[in-house]
């Protein structure tokens, strides 16, 4: 399966700051997606994030506080805006290879917002 | 849209000893159901998954049972070790290989000696 690599591992914010999140693929994909899991909870899908145009996002999530790129097939990045405590949570990355291939996820971006 | 429910919360099991983890779905359009282990601080990984031409599929010690009537399926882990201990996740989704998935709430499993 694809090696996903995701940069930061952790991070700690002032409230009201803006923070980019890098996926890496070591391969091509069809498909890559953005999760947030707040702590001890489960995993939610913020968007999806398509190569060339701009990312498909889930109920409760806005292009103004999680733009998305994605400039070829084998990254994406993900920035949260205007941090409040409220945003502290991991940020996690997934990718799909296509077919009937499954997701396989990144090691997360733990986010604290001060 | 999708709804996954996962029972129960927290499972507690002497080693040895089997572990059955259930989630139901609502959306009747869904066909592919992955499993996930998520151990503390580290990524979701994939376990098992299963689509909806399928009943039961086993790997080792692990194996997903699907029942499309009653929109239920189940993981089950066999001769269970310490470290199976993790939380498990299960999901479901429409389109195959899962473009868009909807996860459960997760299971604490804890296996003791």
């Known amino acids: 399966s694809a090696v996903i690599s995701q940069k930061p591992s952790r991070d700690i914010c002032q409230r009201g700051t803006s923070l980019t999140i890098q996926c890496q693929v070591d391969?091509?994909?069809?498909?890559m997606f953005w999760y947030r899991q707040q702590p001890g909870q489960s995993l939610t899908l913020i968007a999806t994030a398509n190569q060339g145009s701009e990312a498909t996002y889930e109920s409760g999530f806005v292009i103004d506080k999680f733009p998305i790129s994605r400039p070829n097939l084998t990254f994406s990045t993900l920035t949260v805006s205007n941090m409040s405590p409220e945003d502290s949570s991991i940020y996690l990355c997934?990718?799909?290879?296509?077919?009937?291939?499954?997701?396989?996820f990144g090691d997360g971006t733990r986010l604290s917002i001060l | 849209g999708e709804n996954v429910e996962q029972h129960p919360s927290t499972l507690s099991v002497q080693e040895g000893d089997s572990a059955v983890i259930k989630c139901t779905y609502s959306d009747s359009a869904s066909n592919y159901f992955p499993w996930y282990k998520q151990e503390l601080g580290k990524r979701p990984q994939l376990i098992i998954d299963i689509r909806s031409n399928v009943g039961e599929k086993k790997d080792q010690r692990i194996a997903v049972t699907l029942n499309k009537t009653a929109k239920h399926f189940s993981l089950h882990i066999t001769e269970t070790q310490p470290e199976d201990s993790a939380v498990y996740f299960c999901a479901a989704a429409s389109g195959g290989g899962g473009n868009k998935l909807t996860f459960g709430t997760g299971t604490q499993l804890k296996v003791e000696l």
């Open positions: 391969s091509q994909v069809t498909m």
């Open positions: 997934s990718a799909r290879q296509g077919g009937n291939q499954p997701q396989h």
